[in-house]
């Protein structure tokens, strides 16, 4: 992203003004996501279709695992990603405190009520879906009560193999068997999907935060 982002910019100190078709002065953070845009383009890689809240994830992630980092570098990232910090403090992504910036825990995320499942992250769905599996009071019932109200299942399950590539890559070996886990342990969790009858608002709500 970085090899990407770097000529990118250096537009801004080429030239007196970068424009946009219109005609007006192009501001770094639209730059910046276009620059990101470009580049998933040429990647075809599997966040193209992810949402903000999930790229901005994923990039952190990968910076810091669940380690808390100076605000200023949350900022950085979440600005080139063009969703402000505060709102992904707000959706429950991060939590910022004391000047630092950490991904929230799986076991901290809280599940969004079934009206707003649609509009879900979907970092959030595979966190409380792997959460739900691996927990000493989960399993396979457990985690289909969840994947039964994912919005976008298949972008969950292309975020878990992605989660587990990085993870293993990376040598997170804890990390690696939970989404290894997860991903070996889908079509069972969604063989429980099917044979469960069609969930009521009451189902949903029955879910332990």
């Not at 289909?144 to 293993?168: G, T």
Request: glycine share 6%.
């Amino acid at each position: 992203a970085q090899s990407a982002i770097g000529p990118g910019m250096a537009a801004f100190t080429r030239f007196a003004a970068v424009l946009e078709h219109s005609g007006d002065k192009m501001t770094v953070r639209a730059a910046l996501a276009l620059i990101n845009q470009v580049l998933d383009d040429i990647q075809q890689d599997d966040d193209v279709g992810y949402d903000l809240p999930t790229r901005f994830a994923l990039d952190w992630f990968e910076q810091a695992c669940w380690e808390a980092q100076p605000s200023g570098q949350a900022i950085l990232v979440a600005n080139a990603r063009n969703i402000p910090l505060a709102a992904l403090v707000r959706n429950g992504i991060v939590i910022a405190e004391a000047g630092k910036v950490r991904l929230a825990r799986r076991e901290e995320m809280k599940r969004p009520a079934a009206a707003h499942g649609a509009t879900a992250a979907i970092w959030s769905g595979a966190q409380q879906l792997a959460r739900s599996l691996i927990a000493a009071d989960g399993g396979h019932d457990s985690a289909a009560r969840v994947m039964v109200r994912l919005a976008n299942r298949e972008a969950v399950r292309a975020l878990v193999y992605r989660l587990y590539a990085l993870c293993d890559r990376r040598g997170w070996a804890a990390e690696a068997l939970v989404w290894n886990r997860v991903a070996e342990e889908w079509r069972s969790i969604a063989d429980r999907v099917h044979a469960r009858r069609p969930a009521t608002t009451q189902d949903l709500f029955e879910i332990r935060a």
